[in-house]
RNA sequence: GGCCUCAUGGUCAAGCGGUUAAGACGCAGCCCUCUCACGGCUGAAUCAGGGGUUCGAUUCCCCUUGAGGCUACCA
């Protein structure tokens, strides 16, 4: 066969054999039961919540295993990097308190014994292997013309799909070596392709963690294992990579089912074992239809930007993420309201293989939860490192008047039975507690009652002591009440409620409405506890003259 | 078009051949109450459809339907 001789003219300069590579990575000595997974996103400069679900699945099967979780940087596509796009994925990992064992530091030094952890910088390893598969006459160049881009992809598939052929084999899968040796001497570029030994009809199984046994066609493509340009693609790069640095289990998306077949012919073909693979469920969103569709980036909450910016407690995101990976999540967090999520365990066995829809309203459940479990010292300070980041002129206002917000945030906090209406640190200022920030107003909001608050509150703020404890301030205002007429009984109110102003309740909700600008807010005295005399008397007084 | 995956209330889901088909979020009502929240109680709401297998199917098999994915020198 010309295979040897065809693989020297294509690789002049590669002179390491397979051997020698497997000598740089060893296999690793792993204790029972360890899982080697790793995170191997692309640098796109932005990272959708179902590649974070699917890096926190496999950071939890190390986790739980004791085992080693690996970053891996895959550059391949050079269209698609992005400068500074690398920072992205390790300040969201950082942020969430992900620290993988091994990886390649920002400024380009690797930790751990198996790298480059970068794609990019071991095309020289890729070289070494698609030397010896077109050696073996398992893999040939290829010289046509490459496709660019995905619409080129859709119009060649229209044509495609009227022939329905089995198998796909490309023209130059039987070059000789007088052709190649032409285009070589022509200057011509040339991609390393696959030479299938299926004809279209066999079939494979593989065992997939999550689905159990899969059975589906056998690749019968010559697919492409160097682009033109030295790079490979993902099946290349991953059947190489994860093999050198020991992957045991490698999670991944649902949509690399498919592709799957072809990345076991790889495995044969380099004489390799393949690793075990977890293909988690991709996550959904319910659509203005109300239909599960695809978590499209033009959803806002697709970016995990999104939830930093947003100030959800980054526990939030880890826990409603573990609550979708498996609900026996919620019923041990039932039980074990104190521990800490890493105490679940956490097993593979439990995943769903449903694309289950992300639920805002319930992931604002899990965060409130979480946030009134707090003290109201732990919220100050989550408040004010997620004012620091998007927030300075609010941060700037939490440093000064620490006392009052950690008064604030004391209200109906602790305790068995805790407020729960924050979930997120930006709402907490316009919508939670704007009135401790500035006087409301209130005015619009009364209509018909408009004199009879008047009245009130004139009456109200005269007589007004600054109470000590609830009952006195809840004895003031029923004395003002029952001065101008209002029902302090609330039966004698419902039996006959025409012979009264109000009722308590109306009395106190004119007192509401000139503290805190609202009709509902927490109790009363707290809130003129933490505004304190002066200003609980300003508010009392202002607006109705 | 072909191939693959999935299918229990609105959502997340327990369930592994016999159950009054758990639980959580949401929704409705009641209680607590100065309002809201919290909490407590109650309620409405689910096995996609059709065939098998079986004494018996939500559970096993097949078909249909629906949803999603793949079918690139993208990942």
């Keep these: 066969m010309d295979g040897k001789k065809i693989a020297g003219l294509l690789f002049p300069d590669v002179n390491e054999s397979v051997d020698d590579i497997f000598k740089k990575y060893p296999p690793r000595h792993l204790k029972e039961g360890q899982v080697v997974s790793r995170f191997a996103p692309s640098p796109t400069g932005f990272m959708h ?15 739980v295993t004791d085992g080693i979780f690996f970053l891996r940087i895959e550059d391949t596509d050079s269209k698609r990097e992005v400068k500074e796009a690398k920072k992205v994925i390790y300040d969201i990992l950082n942020r969430y308190d992900i620290h993988p064992n091994e990886y390649q530091t920002l400024d380009g030094k690797d930790v751990g014994g198996y790298g480059p952890y ?19 006459g398992k893999a040939f160049p290829c010289f046509c013309r490459k496709t660019e881009g995905k619409d080129d992809v859709l119009k060649l598939r229209e044509n495609k799909f009227v022939e329905d052929d089995e198998k796909e ?21 040339f991609a390393i392709r696959l030479k299938t030994k299926n004809t279209g009809k066999e079939r494979v199984k593989f065992y997939d963690l999550i689905k159990g046994e899969i059975e589906a ?5 010559d697919f492409v294992l160097l682009k033109s340009d030295g790079v490979p693609p993902y099946a290349f790069a991953h059947v190489v990579d994860d093999t050198l640095m020991g992957t045991t289990i490698v999670v991944r998306g649902e949509e690399y089912i498919s592709s799957t077949p072809m990345h076991i012919e790889l495995f044969e073909a380099l004489g390799l074992k393949p690793t075990l693979y977890c293909h988690n469920p991709l996550i959904c969103k319910i659509d203005e239809n109300g239909n599960k569709s695809k978590f499209s980036k ?24 573990l609550n979708i990976i498996n609900s026996g999540f919620e019923i041990w967090r039932a039980k074990n309201p104190d521990a800490k999520w890493q105490d679940f365990t956490f097993s593979v066995k439990d995943i769903t293989a449903v694309a289950p829809a992300f639920d805002i309203v319930k992931f604002n459940d899990v965060a409130k ?10 919220v100050y300070s989550s408040w004010l490192d997620w004012a620091k980041e998007f927030d300075s002129s609010l941060a700037k206002w939490l440093e000064a008047n620490k006392n009052y917000a950690v008064g604030f945030l004391s209200i109906d906090r602790g305790g068995v039975k805790p407020r729960k209406d924050i979930y997120k640190w930006s709402m907490i200022k316009n919508e939670t507690y704007p009135y401790m920030f500035s006087r409301p107003h209130f005015e619009e909001l009364l209509a018909e009652d408009k004199e009879k608050c008047k009245e009130f509150l004139k009456e109200y703020a005269k007589d007004f002591v600054f109470p000590s404890s609830n009952e006195e301030w809840f004895a003031g205002v029923k004395q003002t009440a029952e001065k101008l007429g209002y029902a302090i009984d609330n ?30 807010s927490p109790n009363l005295f707290e809130i003129m506890r933490v505004l304190g005399e002066k200003e609980t008397k300003g508010r009392l007084q202002s607006e109705l003259k």
Excluded: W
């Design 217 to 221: 066609k056998a690749n019968a493509k």
């Design 369 to 378: 939860n979480i946030i009134a479990k707090m003290s109201a010292e732990e």
């Design 169 to 189: 084999y490309d023209p130059c899968r039987d070059l000789s070596y007088e052709e190649v040796k032409k285009h070589i001497d022509n200057g011509e570029s």
């Design 491 to 520: 039966k004698a109110y419902k039996q006959n409620p025409d012979a009264f102003k109000g009722n308590t309740a109306k009395a106190c909700e004119f007192v509401r409405l000139a503290l805190t600008g609202r009709r509902n």
């Design 298 to 321: 033009r959803y806002a909450d697709a970016d995990m930007r999104y939830y930093s910016e947003e100030g959800y407690p980054k526990t939030a995101v880890l826990e409603y993420l």
């Design 49 to 63: 919540i179902g590649n974070f679900f699917q890096m926190f699945i496999s950071y939890n099967l190390c986790r």
């Design 118 to 136: 970068v794609q990019s910088e071991r095309k020289d390893i890729y070289k070494v292997f698609a030397k010896k598969l077109v050696e073996e």
